[in-house]
């Protein structure tokens, strides 16, 4: 049947295979059940090409619990009974009529960065499909834009393409950025905070924040040259704050809650070019994983590693755990990467692990076909990074190193800036530009 879903029809037992008919202007998804065989049944996720080769249908509850007409105005649920007088809550409002749930709808709560609910208006995000690359097929000059563009606030839609190429390559080259930490902190600003900018900005008490860069223990923005960094109390025991090389890594993987956007540029490079950065899509790298040997990519998804930092000279221990590859719980996409192996420390079996030889022996054996994709020099982006060169990467996804570099007598030292930014902001900004 091709008219609007009416999920509270279906059994509970019974899961939804949605359908799209494309010989229809506006597509319409059709009930079976969970055994029909219909090769012709299509993904939710119409807009990202699934790393996994066929996705999961979506069970009626959840999309019960996606029903508009149980949220108010202001999107929040207005089917929980509360107790006037004591806040106890009572229950759920039962009864409730279907709105009609479009096909676009459907697809927009089950992405990779979900709206779990949209008004009732029925806005729904549609997002651009993602862009998995190597070091040969990133297209970077495509990615390249003017950093005053997207720093100007009357050029929304410059800021909204830099941030469309962050959401489809996590990647992004700006040209001409000034060499200060100012100008750092007023292109995070293009891309955390609320998606509207108004102008002249309203009183204080509705303007309730720009946000800006993320407080880490390297301060709010930072400011180095070669091994020494300007300003005092900040963490400079990283190995970043060296001259050798730094293996591929996401940043402030011992963080509960690793960093949306990595910030980085270049003030003053080293004179003989060395210290050239590198890149490499870590998306694309679980998804040669998965393909060549989805036992190994299974593991890296469910075994918890701890990540530790240590920094007695200014008082920080910091911890966070999570696996090297994080997958969406219900379809098994590839939704965040944490990967640093200087500041990984280890991991524990399940306790009723029978065999603790073969469970430590399984990981090694990911983590080296692990390495060896991210050691793979053709999966590998590598740039030498000019003066006034900004490259902002999406750090739950793209990986980020550097080569050694070399300082001639006297000369003055490589200077960089740069900052990180909220991942929640980051997702925020893109569910405000791509819901429709
Ligand atoms: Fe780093």
């Known amino acids: 049947m091709h008219q609007a879903l009416a999920p509270r029809l279906l059994k509970s037992n019974q899961f939804i295979s949605l359908t799209r008919y494309l010989s229809t202007s506006q597509p319409t998804y059709s009930y079976s059940s969970l055994n029909h065989d219909d090769k012709a049944d299509r993904s939710l996720h119409s807009s990202h090409p699934p790393l996994l080769p066929s996705s999961p249908h979506l069970p009626p509850q959840f999309i019960d619990s996606a029903n508009p007409s149980n949220y108010d105005e202001n999107f929040q649920r207005n089917d929980v009974e509360i107790c006037e007088e004591s806040g106890v809550k009572r229950g759920l409002i039962k009864g409730k009529e279907y709105t009609n749930l479009s096909s676009k709808y459907l697809d927009s709560i089950s992405t990779p960065h979900p709206i779990s609910c949209t008004p009732q208006n029925l806005k729904t995000f549609q997002p651009p499909s993602l862009s998995l690359w190597t070091g040969s097929t990133l297209p970077i000059s495509s990615l390249t834009l003017d950093y005053s563009s997207v ?18 390559h996590g990647l992004l080259l700006l040209k001409n950025s000034p060499p200060t930490e100012s100008s750092i902190y007023n292109l995070s600003l293009s891309f955390t905070g609320p998606s509207i900018v108004f102008n002249p ?13 993320l407080r880490t223990l390297y301060g709010s923005t930072w400011s180095t040259t070669t091994n020494s960094i300007q300003g005092s109390n900040t963490s400079t025991s990283d190995s970043a704050y060296s001259q050798s090389s730094l293996p591929l890594h996401t940043d402030n993987t011992y963080f509960n809650t690793p960093p949306g956007l990595q910030i980085f540029g270049m003030v003053r490079p080293a004179e003989d070019g060395s210290g050239r950065s590198t890149y490499l899509d870590g998306f694309k790298a679980a998804s040669k994983l998965r393909e060549i040997c989805p036992q190994s990519f299974n593991i890296l998804t469910k075994t918890i590693f701890k990540y530790r930092y240590i920094d007695d000279i200014t008082g920080w221990h910091l911890e966070g755990c999570g696996p090297i590859i994080e997958v969406d719980n219900y379809s098994g996409e590839v939704k965040g990467i944490r990967h640093n192996d ?5 991991c524990l079996p399940d306790a009723g692990c029978v065999d603790v030889s073969s469970f430590y022996n399984e990981v090694n054996s990911a983590l080296q076909k692990w390495d060896d994709i991210v050691n793979d020099e053709e999966n590998k982006f590598v740039i030498g990074l000019k003066e006034g060169d900004c490259v902002v990467v999406y750090n739950r996804r793209v990986m980020h190193g550097r080569e050694s570099f070399r300082l001639r007598e006297g000369e003055e030292g490589r200077s960089i800036v740069g900052c990180y930014t909220g991942a929640d902001e980051l997702e925020s900004r893109w569910r405000c530009l791509f819901t429709k």
């Open 342 to 346: 200087l500041d990984r420390v280890g």
């Open 151 to 168: 720093v100007d606030p009357s050029s929304s839609s410059a800021t909204s393409l830099a941030l469309s190429h962050l959401y489809t």
């Open 201 to 213: 900005p309203p009183p204080p008490s509705v303007y309730t924040s720009n946000s800006g860069p």
